[in-house]
T-cell receptor
Framework: DTEVTQTPKHLVMGMTNKKSLKCEQH?????MYWYKQKAKKPPELMFV???????INESVPSRFSPECPNSSLLNLHLHALQPEDSALYLC???????????FGPGTRLTVL | GDSVTQMEGPVTLSEEAFLTINCTYT??????LFWYVQYPGEGLQLLLK?????DKGSNKGFEATYRKETTSFHLEKGSVQVSDSAVYFC????????????FGQGTRLTINP
């Protein structure tokens, strides 16, 4: 099983809402990643978790709050987002913090 | 810093044409190199990879060779199909605390029947 799943597939939220994105993998991978992808652009790394500890935060605004409750799950908590945060949010995982990254299908987020 | 440069798109070809998408990189050290493909409305899928100089990655008729002397990793396919229409990203991996992928800008490929 080389699948990374993400829920929801689509999310529409207002600027005052609080929502969460979820990512799950059952490949035994110990590194998980959040990327943001704007239309017609490459993915941009946001966060890296290695062995459930945050190892990279690419200076992401605090309105994005990642959480790794266990080695299979990665959440991204969203609060007070701006319309410019509308994008495709991709999750990826790799066997350890050096290794091939497998991507999920993404959550398409629209902030109104 | 480390970077990847891809040929600008979009690229439009007829079915069965030969495809080349150029990719060059700048990196300190010896990165691994990747081609990812993104079909409309989907996430990224690994197409092929190469981890050292002169390695050739191949998958689904696509090939790319890691050329250290020209710092290139060009993607080729001998005969494209309509189903190959997608966005193709060249990427390298670097270690900065943890592994980071550095992507090129992407090349949109459209194959006409």
């Amino acid at each position: 099983d080389t699948e990374v799943t993400q829920t929801p597939k689509h999310l529409v939220m207002g600027m005052t809402n609080k929502k969460s994105l979820k990512c799950e993998q059952h490949m035994g991978h110990r590194a998980m990643y959040w990327y943001k992808q704007k239309a017609k652009k490459p993915p941009e790394l946001m966060f890296v978790y290695s062995y459930e500890k945050l190892s990279i935060n690419e200076s992401v605004p605090s309105r994005f709050s990642p959480e790794c409750p266990n080695s299979s799950l990665l959440n991204l908590h969203l609060h007070a987002l701006q319309p410019e945060d509308s994008a495709l949010y991709l999750c990826a995982s790799s066997q350890r913090d050096i290794g091939l990254q497998y991507f999920g299908p993404g959550t398409r987020l629209t902030v109104l | 810093g480390d970077s990847v440069t891809q040929m600008e798109g979009p690229v439009t070809l007829s079915e069965e044409a030969f495809l080349t998408i150029n990719c060059t990189y700048t990196a300190t050290g010896y990165p691994s190199l990747f081609w990812y493909v993104q079909y409309p409305g989907e996430g990224l899928q690994l197409l092929l990879k190469a981890t050292k100089a002169d390695d050739k990655g191949s998958n689904k008729g696509f090939e790319a060779t890691y050329r250290k002397e020209t710092t290139s990793f060009h993607l080729e396919k001998g005969s494209v199909q309509v189903s190959d229409s997608a966005v193709y990203f060249c990427a390298l991996s670097i270690i900065q605390g943890a592994q980071k992928l550095v992507f090129g800008q992407g090349t949109r490929l459209t194959i006409n029947p």
